[in-house]
């Protein structure tokens, strides 16, 4: 028995070191350089299809040989943990020198915030950095880790990431103040509108680059709406289902104006689920809920609009039938919303601190925002900025 535990720990290390062989450290996402990686628990939560896995191997690649040495990378998905715990390959890890413990998509592990607790609570020497869905909320797991976890949320692609990634062009990080003052040059890109159009259909999922890009995105889709949500939830595979037939309906009427009982009449639910079914699906990273400027309340009285998390997913649920008008106000939210509060306005599209946008296309004029304070245009056909009417590219530089 003890020699079939070394030969599967092995199993583990071998692992770990193919992973590595595959990873390149050219391209890193944004988060990589802002994270407390010396933390003693730290978790990255976010989408499927973000990039996750690929930053914890990169974190190990760019260790010292001698740090690497005394580090380990599992994924809980892995056969090894049929018949394993986390708890023991922490305690293994430890005994044999270890410092460092990387774990891969945590969500897939039953019970695994009391075990990170255990952990946490039983090796102090020992630094744990865990990945797992957008949609657990560790603070109310099963084990108190609010005291314990440093949480960051990690979403996909920003164009800026994009056009590094994809065509080796790299750009600053822009302020939002830059970018009202016109300062969004792109040093080696003299038009950046035929990108901007390859990232808005495929630029935000970093496996685009994998190739068969909708066939992956429909199986982000379905495992999100009917295995991610409904396994946390304890739904019903039926109820998963029903979801994904709300995913439908709201792509194809976004920006959705949220009415409860309407959609619950459409999809068969009570009325009272349609509220936490929204929050589960903005966890998820399938929906974005703008609320008024009043904010705070995840409840239907507070949100204006529902839209699709990103463009991406916009083309590959509506395909040819995407509404441009809907994808530009679906970029401007969901690249400004890291870095900014971002709220709904009563005389434009968005709200953000002071400053008032209308997002639109080459007819969009200033007539809706005349006599407004600190008013922008934003328009998608747009090289660069010209008085108060700004490209809607350039809002793809803030992360």
């Not at 309340?297 to 997913?313: A, C, I, S």
């Not at 002071?354 to 200033?366: D, H, I, N, Q």
């Amino acid at each position: 028995m003890q020699i079939e535990t070394i030969m599967t720990e092995a199993t583990l290390k071998y692992y770990m070191q193919e992973q590595l062989d595959l990873i390149s450290l050219d391209f890193k996402r944004y988060l990589f350089g802002n994270l407390p990686w010396d933390a003693r628990l730290l978790g990255i939560m976010g989408p499927r299809g973000i990039g996750k896995s690929t930053m914890l191997l990169q974190r190990i690649k760019e260790m010292e040989p001698d740090m690497r040495a005394k580090s380990l990378y599992i994924s809980t998905d892995h056969s090894y943990f049929a018949d394993n715990t986390l708890t023991g390959v922490a305690d293994r890890l430890v005994l044999q020198g270890g410092e460092w413990l990387f774990i891969d998509e945590v969500h897939k592990y039953k019970g695994w915030s009391r075990e990170l607790k255990q952990i946490y609570d039983t090796h102090p020497e020992l630094h744990v950095c865990f990945t797992g869905s957008s949609v657990l909320d560790i603070l109310e797991g099963e084990a108190d880790l609010s005291r314990r976890a440093l949480l960051f949320e990690m979403q996909g692609l920003s164009f800026r990431e994009y056009l590094e990634m994809f065509h080796g062009i790299k750009s600053p990080v822009r302020t939002l103040s830059e970018l009202l003052q016109g300062q969004a040059q792109i040093e080696g890109l003299q038009h950046p509108l035929p990108l901007f159009g390859q990232y808005l259909r495929e630029g935000y999922y970093p496996f685009s680059k994998e190739g068969y890009f909708q066939r992956r995105m429909q199986q982000v889709v379905r495992l999100t709406m009917e295995v991610d949500i409904p396994q946390y939830a304890n739904m019903s595979p039926a109820t998963g289902r029903k979801l994904r037939q709300m995913l439908s309906i709201i792509a194809g009427n976004v920006p959705y104006k949220p009415e409860a009982t309407g959609l619950a009449n459409e999809i068969k639910v009570s009325r009272n689920d349609i509220p936490t079914f929204l929050a589960y699906m903005e966890k998820a990273g399938m929906i974005s809920l703008l609320r008024d400027e009043t904010g705070g309340m995840r409840g239907l009285g507070k949100t204006e609009k529902v839209y699709l998390d990103n463009p991406n997913l916009i083309y590959a649920l509506t395909g040819e039938d995407a509404n441009i008008g809907n994808i530009r106000e679906t970029f401007f939210y969901n690249q400004t919303r890291l870095t900014e509060k971002v709220t709904a306005s009563k005389s434009a599209d968005f709200r953000i601190s002071k400053y008032t946008f209308e997002v639109g296309g080459a007819g969009k004029g200033r007539k809706q925002i005349q006599g407004i304070d600190n008013a922008y245009v934003v328009r998608d056909d747009t090289e660069y900025a010209v008085d108060n009417v700004l490209p809607l590219w350039s809002f793809g530089l803030l992360y």
